[in-house]
């Protein structure tokens, strides 16, 4: 920064100099900065140490020099390069004489070459910073003053040092004069080159010049532009409000989650946001600009739009209705589109504008909403008759086993009563099925194994599928147990089972497999619906017909079959799905026409052991009671009547109520006497839970045993199962009747 600014002001004394003139001195100005510096620095030394053999005189010659550097310097300041040249010559000069002085006074030939140093130096500086006339003067002067030293020291001196130190000076001379011829050379190139520097200066300033008008030519541009800009300022307020209002509107387009589009009057597009592009299947950063919107358009629904819709929006400015995409994928996407026109401050219409609403998942859940209202209506409907229902099938089913039990084998009536049996069990199942996919089944969930339970059916199963269909069961050995009503995985199998003979008529190959699955997080991304955790695996396997790829995302609906009317109630595979989600599983369905069907259920794994008893099926004559009195309170007449003759007959004492007060006065009576309490829960004045919870204050240890068709309060079926009351569900059969009180007083619980 300082060098720069002693630069900017020799180049002002310099001006009228030439380029070549002013460099020299900018070289020159530091040249004798340093030369002073360095001799006080000298000056120092030789007067604080012994370094010098003549300090005294040294000192003195670097004072002189020094005060001549000063001088040199005040004289280049001036403007006088020339004379500041000759004093730095000078002053070179005056310290070869001192050098002089000292060697005739040491007279010691080691010195004289000093002199011959300091001779090159004022050679060399002469060279660079001296012009051509004040090279030819110094080298000249120097020349002949160490000819005269010569001669002096030869005829002054008549001794072998003054001959040496004349023949040092010949010597001296003889290098001046190859130094002068090498300075006028030096001097002629340094100069050649600096004037041809000068010479792309001047071109510079030239072109520098010429710039100069170009720049003020643009000035004039500039003040004449900036006088339009002044004019165009108003509307350039105007289009940055428009476009602060266009940013706004991209901003809240892109933020939304509807798509929208604009298209010119021919239909290709302008602008789609990102909705727009996710609607139809495509990354977000896909360009689509340039596209005709006609090409995301199914080919059927291309005319209806270019001859119905395009009209109306023109005739009245919109248009809004339902029309279907094609996504990327190729398939159809049902959307909701309001297409209106754009048009500018003259009310010409410029653009269209289209808003684009995916109605997938809205339709998803209005089809899930009237899947949930018809199995409200189904439940509704099967909890209303559930109750009278099963009574009824009760008393129908209780006094045919009643029946049968009074007939020899060889009667060939209960071959009849077999069959009022068997549509007793159909329509108890129907009932069961119902409740079970409107979710209103009573359920009693126990830690179970599914092998058990396959192992249980399978000749039920065998007999099922009839003798053109071959069974194979591949059970894990060591399967884990999960928690769930057995009566519910009996339902499972049934009804997978049935679903597949009936798909195999020409006969076949059934496959039962239960396997334990252990999913992680990486397995679950290949595998649809499923999670992480430890499941149970229950599959079913045919060689059948297989299921048509339209019907596969119904197949899990109520009321849905292929078969032949009569055939099928529709309600196997929904009871299925609906058993599988309440027990928070999920199924794989894999399934090709003519390939057979496999059906995987996954129902989560529980680290118990199972808890259910599986006891061979005694005869029912060592199900008979030893005389015990059995409170039976019903308000269903026919039940009650069975009830108390099935009892009756195999070996009990009954007393008979039809409320819980004349229950609670009948008990009361015959407190000592009663050891059972058959209680149904739905009662006229009161429920059954009431009666048990009422007499457990005025008895202890007295046994129960509760029954029911149908319980609309879901409070009290939680009752039974957190308090593990002794339950038999309707409609029963005089085994299950005679086999729960067994199991009763076997326990010998108390309430």
Not at 100 to 123: C, E, H, P, R
Not at 246 to 269: C, H, P, R, W, Y
Not at 446 to 463: G, P, T, Y
Request: with cysteine; hydrophobic share 45%; proline share 2%.
């Amino acid at each position: 920064m300082l060098s720069g600014k002693f630069k900017e002001r020799l180049g002002l004394i310099y001006n009228d100099e030439s380029y070549i003139i002013q460099q020299k001195a900018y070289v020159l100005f530091w040249l004798f900065i340093c030369t002073i510096l360095v001799y006080m620095i000298v000056n120092v030394i030789n007067l604080t140490t012994s370094a010098s053999t003549h300090p005294y005189l040294i000192s003195i010659s670097n004072l002189v020099n020094m005060f001549l550097n000063i001088a040199g310097l005040i004289v280049l300041l001036k403007g006088r390069y020339n004379g500041a040249v000759f004093v730095i010559a000078f002053s070179i000069l005056s310290r070869v004489v001192s050098g002089i002085i000292i060697k005739f006074d040491l007279f010691v030939q080691s010195g004289f070459n000093n002199n011959i140093y300091f001779t090159f130096v004022i050679a060399t500086l002469v060279a660079l910073l001296a012009t051509r006339a004040l090279i030819h003067i110094i080298f000249v002067f120097l020349i002949l003053f160490n000819i005269s030293i010569a001669l002096i020291a030869v005829y002054a001196f008549n001794s072998p040092v003054a001959s040496m130190t004349a023949g040092s000076t010949i010597n001296l001379v003889i290098a001046l004069i190859a130094a002068y011829i090498t300075a006028i050379l030096l001097s002629v190139i340094t100069e050649r080159a600096l004037e041809g520097t000068e010479e792309e200066l001047i071109k510079n300033k030239k072109l520098s010049d010429s710039l100069e008008m170009k720049v003020q030519e643009l000035q004039a541009m500039y003040e004449e532009m900036e006088s339009m800009n002044e004019a165009l300022e108003e509307n350039s307020n105007e289009i940055m409000e428009v476009n602060n209002e266009l940013n706004i509107f991209k901003d809240f387009a892109e933020a939304s989650t509807q798509g929208f589009v604009m298209t010119d009057l021919k239909g290709f597009i302008l602008y789609t946001n990102a909705s727009m592009r996710k609607i139809v299947g495509l990354d977000t950063d896909v360009d689509v600009r340039g596209d005709s919107v006609l090409e995301y358009f199914p080919g059927e629904y291309r005319d209806k739009f270019l001859e119905e819709i395009v009209p109306l929006i023109k005739e009245h400015k919109s248009w809004s209705g339902e029309l279907p995409l094609i996504a990327n994928s190729g398939n159809y996407v049902l959307t909701l589109q309001n297409i209106f026109l754009l048009r500018d401050d003259m009310r010409k219409a410029f653009s269209f504008a289209n808003v684009v609403t995916d109605l997938t998942e809205r339709k998803t859940l209005e089809s899930q909403l009237i899947q949930a209202q018809k199995m409200e209506a189904v439940g509704r409907l099967a909890g209303g008759v559930a109750h009278d229902f099963n009574n009824y099938l009760t008393a129908i089913a209780g006094y045919g086993s009643l029946l049968i039990s009074q007939m020899d084998d060889d009667d060939s009536r209960v071959e009849y009563v077999e069959e009022i049996l068997k549509a007793s069990d159909k329509s108890s199942a129907l009932t069961r099925q119902l409740l079970t996919i409107s979710k209103r089944q009573m359920l009693y969930p126990v830690v179970m194994n599914i092998n058990m339970e396959v192992m249980d059916l399978q000749r039920m199963l065998s007999r099922i599928i009839g003798e053109n269909i071959e069974l194979i069961t591949e059970l894990e050995e060591n399967l884990w147990s999960i928690r769930i009503d057995p009566v519910q995985v009996e339902q499972i199998i049934l009804n997978l089972v049935i679903n597949a003979r009936d798909a195999m008529p020409d006969g076949g190959r059934l496959i039962v497999k239960t396997e334990n699955k252990h999913f992680t997080e990486y397995d679950c991304v290949a595998l649809e619906k499923a999670r992480p955790g430890d499941f149970a695996c229950l599959s079913v396997q045919d060689t059948g017909v297989g299921i048509k790829r339209e019907h596969m995302d119904h197949i899990f609906e109520p009321f849905f079959s292929t078969k032949e009317n009569g055939k099928g109630t529709g309600l196997g595979l929904s009871v299925i799905y609906a058993i599988t989600q309440q027990q928070e599983g999920w199924i794989n369905v894999n399934s090709g026409e003519g390939s057979g069907t496999i059906f995987r259920l996954f129902f989560p794994a529980v680290r118990e052991l199972s808890g259910v008893n599986r006891e061979k099926r005694k005869p029912i004559e060592e199900l008979s009671g030893c005389g015990e009195h059995i409170l039976v309170v019903e308000d269903k007449d026919e039940v009650r009547k069975f009830t108390v003759s099935a009892l009756t007959k195999f070996g009990y004492i009954t007393s008979e109520a039809s409320t819980v007060k004349d229950a609670l006065r009948i008990f009361r009576e015959k407190r000592d006497n009663i050891d059972i309490i058959l209680s149904d829960i739905k009662l006229p004045d009161r429920t059954g839970i009431d009666l048990i919870q009422q007499l457990q204050y005025e008895k202890e240890n007295f046994r129960f045993l509760l029954t029911s068709g149908y319980m609309e309060k879901e409070s009290l079926w939680n009752i039974i199962v957190e308090n593990d009351y002794p339950f038999l569900p309707k409609p029963y059969t005089l085994y299950e009747l005679l086999q729960s009180l067994k199991a009763v007083i076997a326990k010998n619980t108390s309430g």
